[in-house]
């Protein structure tokens, strides 16, 4: 069954952007051998973005591993929720909309077969002026205003100077496929991404160390950082580190796309929120 994507969405989309004409879409953006042999052979993959044909593909993926395997996700039990299922759909679908999504795929050793999706990231377009999203699941509302709490203390539009970035909303890479270096090439992969499109800035939360030492591995630096001691005082239903896997903080991290803040020859953000006091600057 398709699945039409052109029906309006409950979920905000972004306003005044549009993916340029003069960018191919879907286009490729890396090819890379893998790490470890499959079969006898070192596999052969590459990254491009999730055509239109395969959103509900790529949402059912998602679905399928990533609610399952990240850290917020497990610790509030977010798939014994109906609504905040819901609304995680609803989500993905409006950005998907954007067509900066990054799907990764494994060559098929039948040369008749088609593609094998290894990997996952549903990237979008954050932008200055739209609304925040209203959400029915009580669980998606608490652990999504955790990552837009985020963004209230520290503002990355005025911090940068932009009206628009690329973030994005859960990355995944299929079980069979770990350890082939494909997050990292997911992450990479929005450099070339974000400059053929015209945005300057990506910033995504980054909610486990392992996720987070991918993160510091590829390039990106600490924007705002809040320790899940904090959230909990915020919101008592984000309690339970422990089954967050000992993570002790969750971070919005940045890097520059195209601009020479990622080599280091621009001054970086600092760690501090907009009330000036420093945030714990350590990985979760």
Same mark, same amino acid.
């Given at each position: 069954?398709?699945?039409?994507?052109?029906?309006?969405?409950?979920?905000?989309?972004?306003?005044?952007?549009?993916?340029?004409?003069?960018?191919?879409?879907?286009?490729?953006?890396?090819?890379?051998?893998?790490?470890?042999?499959?079969? %006898?052979?070192?596999?052969?993959?590459?990254?491009?973005?999730?055509?239109? /044909?395969?959103?509900?593909?790529?949402?059912?993926?998602?679905?399928?591993?990533?609610?399952?395997?990240?850290?917020?996700?497990?610790?509030?039990?977010?798939?014994?929720?109906?609504?905040?299922?819901?609304?995680?759909?609803?989500?993905?679908?409006?950005?998907?909309?954007?067509?900066?999504?990054?799907?990764?795929?494994?060559?098929?050793?039948?040369?008749?077969?088609?593609?094998?999706?290894?990997?996952?990231?549903?990237?979008?377009?954050?932008?200055?002026?739209?609304?925040?999203?209203?959400?029915?699941?009580?669980?998606?509302?608490?652990?999504?205003?955790?990552?837009?709490?985020?963004?209230?203390?520290? /503002?990355?539009?005025?911090?940068? %100077?932009?009206?628009?970035?690329?973030?994005?909303? %859960?990355?995944?890479?299929?079980?069979?496929?770990?350890?082939?270096?494909?997050? /990292?090439?997911?992450?990479?992969?929005?450099?070339?991404?974000?400059?053929?499109?015209?945005?300057?800035?990506?910033?995504?939360?980054?909610?486990?160390?392992?996720?987070?030492?991918?993160?510091?591995?590829?390039?990106?630096?600490?924007?705002?950082?809040?320790?899940?001691?904090?959230?909990?005082?915020?919101?008592?239903?984000?309690? /339970?580190?422990?089954?967050?896997?000992?993570?002790?903080?969750?971070?919005?991290?940045?890097?520059?796309?195209?601009?020479?803040?990622?080599?280091?020859?621009?001054?970086?953000?600092?760690?501090?929120?907009?009330?000036?006091?420093?945030?714990?600057?350590? %990985?979760?």
């Amino acid at each position: 069954m398709v699945q039409d994507y052109s029906e309006t969405s409950s979920v905000s989309m972004a306003e005044d952007w549009k993916r340029p004409e003069s960018v191919p879409f879907p286009s490729v953006w890396s090819r890379f051998e893998g790490k470890r042999e499959i079969n %006898g052979k070192i596999p052969k993959f590459w990254i491009q973005d999730i055509p239109e /044909d395969m959103f509900e593909i790529a949402m059912q993926t998602m679905l399928q591993n990533f609610i399952y395997d990240e850290s917020m996700c497990k610790s509030i039990t977010i798939v014994d929720e109906a609504d905040s299922m819901d609304d995680i759909k609803e989500v993905w679908k409006a950005f998907l909309q954007h067509k900066l999504g990054l799907i990764c795929f494994m060559e098929n050793p039948d040369p008749n077969g088609k593609p094998i999706i290894a990997g996952l990231n549903i990237t979008y377009l954050s932008n200055k002026n739209e609304e925040e999203p209203d959400f029915k699941g009580e669980k998606c509302r608490n652990m999504l205003g955790a990552v837009l709490h985020l963004t209230h203390m520290k /503002d990355p539009f005025e911090a940068f %100077g932009i009206n628009e970035y690329m973030s994005a909303l %859960g990355l995944s890479v299929l079980p069979e496929f770990r350890g082939q270096g494909i997050g /990292d090439q997911l992450l990479n992969a929005r450099t070339p991404l974000g400059k053929a499109v015209g945005l300057k800035v990506t910033l995504t939360v980054f909610t486990s160390s392992i996720s987070q030492k991918l993160a510091k591995r590829t390039g990106f630096k600490d924007f705002c950082v809040i320790d899940y001691a904090e959230l909990e005082t915020i919101n008592p239903k984000m309690d /339970d580190s422990e089954r967050n896997g000992g993570v002790s903080s969750q971070i919005l991290m940045s890097v520059r796309v195209g601009h020479p803040y990622r080599a280091g020859l621009t001054s970086e953000p600092s760690g501090r929120n907009t009330s000036g006091r420093t945030r714990q600057t350590t %990985g979760s």
